[in-house]
């Protein structure tokens, strides 16, 4: 089974192209990226994938930042197999990054698209994933698995009064393990590879070493940056603006069309070197939690987003943020309110106009209005979006995981009929 790794392809688009690519863009959106006009289906292992045009602005000190396109995917590992069968639908990928400098629209070998699709690759310096080693083949085995056991269970003929939550999964097992199209959900689904296992088990000790080791600077430091910090805070200018009407419009008109939605947001991180320094602490902190402790369906508390991720662009003066959610998004910024209010100030803090905080994590997303009009005004609209289960929330992934197990695990009868609950 692979983990998952988050795609971000960044690219400067062709001076004076960045309205047509807008234009094709939208025509693609109207399309529907799940109609086939971009074949994100055709490609093994996509859950989530997207395109935005970042328009030309200038940076905090007027100097210019050309417009950009950014294309986005989270996909089970390797990255490099991702490349190749993207840069294989040469018709989409040559009309759509076609309108970028350099692209090799005239060499037709897969190796010139493959080569340049990886120089323009982004790191992030957090990537959040639900469950990680969840793969796609995974969630959709499983999404089938709970619709036929309910098919069985609804079967016309079938009574299942009286008979005990253990007998009746005695009878779905057996049911399960006579169809080769369900058999394997028997066993456990299988683990990310030794390599992967490693090199996380080798981060997680590793990065508290370090930080043990530099110890006593830190703490000689941790003043210093204390008075820096409120010091700035008390200079920090807020964005007072409310959202554009035309833009909540354009957003929300790419909204609520199926069980889940995506967010899209990019800011420029305030001047000078201690809130860019700031930045990258607070992302490398965020970076080590969710990789190794918020991993298994949970971000401290919040069940529904599926993958996200922050970007830094423009050598840092930047960033960005990617998430494919469940429910609205009204629902979605009081969920992170109501319990990660102090996270988000943490790293948002250090993005220009956001609402004023006081020691990093109070304040800010505190004052719930000023934080939800910062975040719109600051969202960008993605006219090609595609899931490949948008029907399902996290809690149905997780729900049909759970189906899952509960066919080979060892349960009491008070475990067993929580388990039939799930159907």
């Given at each position: 089974?692979?983990?998952?790794?988050?795609?971000?392809?960044?690219?400067?688009?062709?001076?004076?192209?960045?309205?047509?690519?807008?234009?094709?863009?939208?025509?693609?959106?109207?399309?529907?990226?799940h109609?086939?006009?971009?074949?994100?289906?055709?490609?093994?292992?996509?859950?989530?994938?997207?395109?935005?045009?970042?328009?030309?602005?200038?940076?905090?000190?007027?100097?210019?930042?050309?417009?950009?396109?950014?294309?986005?995917?989270?996909?089970?590992?390797?990255?490099?197999?991702?490349?190749?069968?993207?840069?294989?639908?040469?018709?989409?990928?040559?009309?759509?990054?076609?309108?970028?400098?350099?692209?090799?629209?005239?060499?037709?070998?897969?190796?010139?698209?493959?080569?340049?699709?990886?120089?323009?690759?982004?790191?992030?310096?957090?990537?959040?994933?639900?469950?990680?080693?969840?793969?796609?083949?995974?969630?959709?085995?499983?999404?089938?698995?709970r619709?036929?056991?309910?098919?069985?269970?609804?079967?016309?003929?079938?009574?299942?009064?009286?008979?005990?939550?253990?007998?009746?999964?005695?009878?779905v097992?057996?049911?399960?393990?006579?169809?080769?199209?369900?058999?394997?959900?028997?066993?456990?689904?299988?683990?990310?590879?030794?390599?992967?296992?490693?090199r996380?088990?080798?981060?997680?000790?590793?990065?508290p070493?370090?930080?043990?080791?530099?110890?006593?600077?830190?703490?000689?430091?941790?003043?210093?940056w204390?008075?820096?910090?409120?010091?700035?805070?008390?200079?920090?200018?807020?964005?007072?603006?409310?959202?554009?009407?035309?833009?909540?419009?354009?957003?929300?008109?790419?909204?609520?069309?199926?069980?889940?939605?995506?967010?899209?947001?990019?800011?420029?991180?305030?001047?000078?070197?201690?809130?860019?320094?700031?930045?990258?602490?607070?992302?490398?902190?965020?970076?080590?939690?969710?990789?190794?402790?918020?991993?298994?369906?949970?971000?401290?508390?919040?069940?529904?987003?599926?993958?996200?991720?922050?970007?830094?662009?423009?050598?840092?003066r930047?960033?960005?943020?990617?998430?494919?959610?469940?429910?609205?998004?009204?629902?979605?910024?009081?969920?992170?309110?109501?319990?990660?209010?102090?996270?988000?100030?943490?790293?948002?803090?250090?993005?220009?106009?956001?609402?004023?905080?006081?020691?990093?994590?109070?304040?800010g997303?505190?004052?719930?209005?000023?934080?939800?009009?910062?975040?719109?005004?600051?969202?960008?609209?993605?006219?090609?979006?595609?899931s490949?289960?948008?029907?399902?929330?996290?809690?149905n992934?997780?729900?049909?995981?759970?189906?899952?197990?509960g066919?080979?695990?060892?349960?009491?009868?008070?475990?067993?009929?929580?388990?039939?609950?799930?159907?």
């Open positions: 089974m692979p983990h998952q790794v988050a795609i971000t392809i960044h690219a400067p688009i062709r001076a004076g192209s960045a309205a047509d690519l807008r234009e094709l863009l939208a025509e693609l959106g109207r399309k529907g990226a109609d086939g006009a971009i074949p994100f289906g055709e490609l093994p292992g996509v859950h989530f994938a997207r395109f935005f045009v970042l328009d030309q602005v200038g940076d905090l000190d007027g100097r210019p930042i050309p417009a950009s396109l950014v294309y986005l995917s989270d996909v089970d590992a390797p990255l490099d197999r991702h490349l190749r069968q993207l840069a294989g639908k040469a018709d989409v990928l040559d009309q759509v990054f076609g309108y970028c400098e350099d692209y090799p629209v005239a060499v037709p070998a897969l190796g010139a698209r493959v080569a340049w699709l990886r120089r323009h690759v982004v790191s992030s310096a957090v990537t959040y994933v639900n469950t990680v080693g969840r793969g796609l083949d995974q969630i959709r085995q499983e999404a089938r698995l619709e036929a056991i309910q098919d069985f269970l609804d079967e016309p003929g079938r009574d299942w009064a009286g008979r005990s939550p253990t007998e009746v999964r005695r009878e097992r057996r049911f399960v393990a006579s169809r080769p199209d369900l058999a394997r959900a028997m066993s456990p689904p299988r683990r990310p590879g030794i390599v992967f296992r490693v996380e088990t080798a981060h997680k000790i590793a990065l070493l370090v930080v043990l080791v530099l110890s006593p600077a830190l703490l000689v430091a941790l003043p210093a204390a008075v820096l910090l409120r010091w700035h805070e008390r200079r920090d200018e807020e964005e007072t603006k409310r959202p554009d009407p035309m833009l909540v419009a354009e957003l929300t008109s790419y909204e609520d069309h199926v069980v889940q939605n995506a967010f899209t947001a990019v800011g420029f991180v305030k001047a000078g070197l201690f809130r860019r320094l700031t930045m990258r602490i607070v992302l490398a902190g965020v970076s080590y939690a969710v990789r190794h402790f918020y991993n298994a369906g949970s971000l401290a508390g919040v069940r529904t987003i599926h993958f996200a991720r922050w970007v830094p662009i423009d050598d840092g930047r960033l960005f943020f990617a998430s494919n959610y469940d429910g609205s998004q009204e629902s979605y910024m009081s969920d992170f309110i109501d319990r990660l209010a102090w996270g988000l100030n943490a790293v948002f803090s250090n993005g220009h106009g956001y609402p004023r905080t006081r020691w990093l994590v109070k304040g997303a505190e004052n719930e209005q000023a934080f939800k009009n910062y975040l719109r005004n600051h969202q960008l609209p993605a006219p090609v979006w595609y490949a289960y948008d029907n399902l929330t996290a809690d992934v997780a729900a049909n995981a759970r189906i899952r197990a066919l080979h695990a060892d349960l009491t009868p008070a475990q067993t009929a929580d388990w039939l609950a799930l159907l």
